[in-house]
T-cell receptor
Framework: DAGITQSPRHKVTETGTPVTLRCHQT?????MYWYRQDPGHGLRLIHYSYGVKDTDKGEVSDGYSVSRSKTEDFLLTLESATSSQTSVYFC????????????FGSGTRLTVV | KNEVEQSPQNLTAQEGEFITINCSYSVGISALHWLQQHPGGGIVSLFMLSSGKKKHGRLIATINIQEKHSSLHITASHPRDSAVYICAALYNTDKLIFGTGTRLQVFP
C-alpha cells in the first residue's frame, strides 16, 4: 500500500534463529502496529507503538520484541523463532487516534521450519 | 473467545446480486471497522463507523448499536468484489477485536 512497506515479503527460517521484520512508513503517522494472521483466527495484535521509543504489548506478544527508533520504522523481532510463529505478519499505521483509520502493509509471510 | 462474530463464513453470488455480510459483537463498542482482504493478501480499510450508515460507491455499512450488529452491503456485485471481508470492533477505545472474515466469491 502507498506510504507503508514491509520487508521482506516472504521468509523461510529455521527454528531457533532470530528474525527481524521491518515496517517502513512515509506518512509520518504516530501509531504503528504489528499483527499476525492465522487460519481460524482474526488478526491479533502483537505490539504497537505510539511514538518513537514508545511501545506497548498486544494480546500475543510472547516471543516477540519491537523497536521504534525513528518515526518511520517499526521493527518486529523474533528472538528465537519457533514453528508456532509461522504466520502472515501485517504492519499497520494510523494517524491521530489509536486503533482508528488504519492503513495496512502488504504482509510478510514467515515460515519457520 | 472471539468477541466478534461474522456470518456467513463463506458466500457465493452471481454477478449483479445484492450481498449482505453480518457482524455481531458482544458488548458495547466505540467504533466498528470493515476491511477488505484481497486474494493476494493485501488489506484495505473500507469503513469505520460508530453509528448510522456510511456509503462509498456500491458499498454500504450500517450499524445498530442497540442490537450490537453491523452489516456490510454490496449492491450490483461484481467478480472484482471477490475477497475476504473482515469486521473489527473497538472496545473502550483500547482493544480492537477482529472477526475471522467472510469469504465472498462472485461469479460472472
Amino acid at each position: 500500500d502507498a506510504g507503508i512497506t514491509q520487508s521482506p515479503r516472504h521468509k523461510v527460517t529455521e527454528t531457533g534463529t532470530p528474525v527481524t521484520l521491518r515496517c517502513h512508513q512515509t506518512e509520518n503517522h504516530r501509531y504503528m502496529y504489528w499483527y499476525r494472521q492465522d487460519p481460524g483466527h482474526g488478526l491479533r495484535l502483537i505490539h504497537y507503538s505510539y511514538g518513537v521509543k514508545d511501545t506497548d504489548k498486544g494480546e500475543v506478544s510472547d516471543g516477540y520484541s519491537v523497536s521504534r527508533s525513528k518515526t518511520e520504522d517499526f521493527l518486529l523481532t523474533l528472538e528465537s523463532a519457533t514453528s508456532s510463529q509461522t504466520s502472515v505478519y501485517f504492519c499497520a499505521i494510523s494517524e491521530e487516534r489509536r486503533f482508528y483509520g488504519y492503513t495496512f502493509g502488504s504482509g510478510t509471510r514467515l515460515t519457520v521450519v | 473467545k472471539n468477541e466478534v462474530e461474522q456470518s456467513p463464513q463463506n458466500l457465493t453470488a452471481q454477478e449483479g446480486e445484492f450481498i449482505t455480510i453480518n457482524c455481531s459483537y458482544s458488548v458495547g463498542i466505540s467504533a466498528l471497522h470493515w476491511l477488505q482482504q484481497h486474494p493476494g493478501g493485501g488489506i484495505v480499510s473500507l469503513f469505520m463507523l460508530s453509528s448510522g450508515k456510511k456509503k462509498h460507491g456500491r458499498l454500504i455499512a450500517t450499524i445498530n448499536i442497540q442490537e450490537k450488529h453491523s452489516s456490510l452491503h454490496i449492491t450490483a456485485s461484481h467478480p472484482r468484489d471477490s475477497a475476504v471481508y473482515i469486521c473489527a470492533a473497538l472496545y473502550n477505545t483500547d482493544k480492537l477485536i477482529f472477526g475471522t472474515g467472510t469469504r465472498l466469491q462472485v461469479f460472472p
